[in-house]
Each structure stands twice: as C-alpha cells, then as structure tokens.
Nanobody, 121 residues
Framework: QVQLVESGGGSVKAGGSLRLSCAASGNADTLNCMAWYRQIPGKEREWVAKVYFDVNLQYSADSVKDRFTISQDKSKRTLFLQMNSLKPEDTALYLC??????????????WGQGTQVTVSA
C-alpha cells in the first residue's frame, strides 16, 4: 500500500505561481509512475502531467505545457508540480496519483485527497 499526501495549494491571481508537493509513504519502491490530475466539480478528472521512473520521462498535457513542470526527488517519495503563469481556468482540485503500472486514469492504483488551487482574474 502507498499513501499520498498533497500540499502547496492556495489562492493566487492570474499570472502567479504555485508549487505543489506530493509525499508518498508506504511501499513507494513498487511504483512505476506518479502523476498529477485535476478535478473541477461536474467535469471529468483531467490528466495534467506524469513521470515514469524507470525511463525518466515526463509528460504534460497540452493545456499546461510550457507553464507547468513535473519533477520528483531521487527517492521517488516526493512529487512536485511547479505551476507558472496560472490562469483562472487552472482552478481545480489537484490530485496526486501513483501506479505500479501505468498512470492513465484507469491504471492509477493510489490517489491522494487533493489540494485546492484557485486562480482569480
């Protein structure tokens, strides 16, 4: 089992920055990837960015590319999301996810509780 706890959310004005963190505990050594998703009430959960540890590859959704950067520490126990040039449409609950296989929505094995990001115009 793996537990995920997010932190770093908050309220900022458009154009501002936030850095989210996700601390993994438990059997994190089994993880193949970690990811950030976001959820707006009434909408489908949206993938934001993901990292695959074995191949050291990072992927970001087109909507956040060039603005958000995903990274992790070498122990794989902390995942980060640096968010720059934030827009009001980035307002959402941001959730950390992890998987022993693939970090697609259907492949995620573990979810955090989420941290709220609110961007005002």
């Amino acid at each position: 089992q793996v537990q995920l706890v997010e932190s770093g959310g908050g309220s900022v004005k458009a154009g501002g920055s936030l850095r989210l963190s996700c601390a993994a505990s438990g059997n994190a050594d089994t993880l193949n990837c970690m990811a950030w998703y976001r959820q707006i009430p009434g909408k489908e959960r949206e993938w934001v960015a993901k990292v695959y540890f074995d191949v050291n590859l990072q992927y970001s959704a087109d909507s956040v590319k060039d603005r958000f950067t995903i990274s992790q520490d070498k122990s794989k126990r902390t995942l980060f999301l640096q968010m720059n040039s934030l827009k009001p449409e980035d307002t959402a609950l941001y959730l950390c996810a992890a998987s022993n296989s693939v970090c697609s929505l259907s492949g995620v094995d573990y979810w955090g509780q989420g941290t709220q990001v609110t961007v005002s115009a």
